[in-house]
């Protein structure tokens, strides 16, 4: 079955930098477009990232541009998420998805656009 599975997370201090990986199995990147979210305790699930399947253009969050970068390799069919000059209130699980309803991102991530959740991957920014 499809199988959307997060890692790299884990605890850091502010400024530091992680990079997530979303491994997608049964499930081809070109086919629909692939976001990142995160929840944060307490708060609501908020997108925070989009790279499209068609021509691989991204889209972010206001509150991670410059600091977050999405990318992809088909080959190891796997989207990354590049985090730097992370703050605490970064600190969130954070999960992958596909967005079976569009190959391009839209400007924002919505949460009930999109499919095949993995479990999470917890990032802790602190001091």
């Known amino acids: 079955q499809v199988q959307f599975v997060e890692s790299g997370g884990g605890s850091v201090q502010p400024g530091g930098s992680l990079r997530l990986s979303c491994l997608v199995s049964k499930f081809a990147l070109d086919d629909y477009a692939i976001g990142w979210f995160r929840q944060a305790p307490g708060k609501e699930r908020e997108g925070v990232s989009c790279?499209?399947?068609?021509?691989?253009?991204?889209k972010y969050a206001d509150s991670v541009l410059g600091r977050f970068t999405i990318s992809r390799d088909k080959g190891k069919n796997t989207v990354y998420l590049q985090m730097n000059s992370l703050q605490p209130e970064d600190t969130a699980a954070y999960y992958c998805?596909?967005?079976?309803?569009?190959?391009?991102?839209?400007?924002?991530?919505?949460?009930?656009?999109?499919?095949?959740w993995g479990r999470g991957t917890q990032v802790t920014v602190s001091s």
């Open positions: 790279i499209s399947s068609s021509d691989g253009s991204t």
């Open positions: 998805a596909a967005n079976l309803m569009r190959r391009q991102c839209a400007a924002h991530q919505v949460q009930h656009e999109y499919a095949y």
